[in-house]
């Protein structure tokens, strides 16, 4: 089965919204790149940073290597470190998908063929395949916590889960 790949965003919303084991129980296996895990700030007192350091020992969150740079060598010059890696780590992989919510990095990955999908969607997912009972108070947790989610798009996705 191939990996699902992930930016530092989503992982961190999850993680402090106490959710991250939503894309174990989904996926099974996520791969970041060096930046992202960077980005991740694992042994920080940052909240959610013990529970990333949890499923990095448990082996169903890992680290993958960049076969080259040349590849993020564009991407830098558009993104962050861990957007520009994470692009080119799920093109190295031929991941199913990439977990990103930053629409610039959204963009640029959908141009070079590579798909997406945004922690919302995760959410929807989890609840389609019964993982999840509810949406809403997770994107209400996820709030909490101090991630940014649209208006617009908790309202459109409040309206797929029929919530």
């Keep these: 089965m ?3 790949v992930s930016d530092t965003g989503p992982l961190i919303a999850l993680a402090r919204a106490q959710r991250l084991d939503l894309l174990r129980r ?6 970041v790149p060096p930046a992202v895990r960077d980005e991740l700030a694992i042994g920080s007192d940052r909240p959610g940073a013990q529970r990333l350091a949890d499923a990095l020992s448990a082996g169903w969150l890992s680290v993958g290597s960049l076969v ?16 520009a890696e994470a692009i080119a ?8 998908f990439l977990v990103i919510d930053d629409a610039a990095g ?8 590579v798909t997406v999908m945004g922690v919302a969607g995760v959410l929807l997912s989890a609840k389609a395949g ?7 108070p997770v994107l209400v947790e996820m709030a909490s916590a101090g991630y940014h989610l649209s208006p617009r798009l908790v309202s459109a996705v409040l309206a797929r889960a029929g919530e």
């Design 2 to 4: 191939r990996p699902v």
């Design 26 to 31: 989904l996926y099974r296996r996520v791969v």
């Design 68 to 83: 080259s740079d040349l590849a993020t060598i564009e991407l830098r010059q558009l993104l962050d470190p861990g957007e």
């Design 89 to 96: 780590l799920a093109e190295q992989l031929d991941a199913r």
């Design 106 to 113: 959204r963009r640029i990955a959908r141009r070079r063929g």
């Design 130 to 136: 019964g993982t999840l009972v509810a949406v809403k």
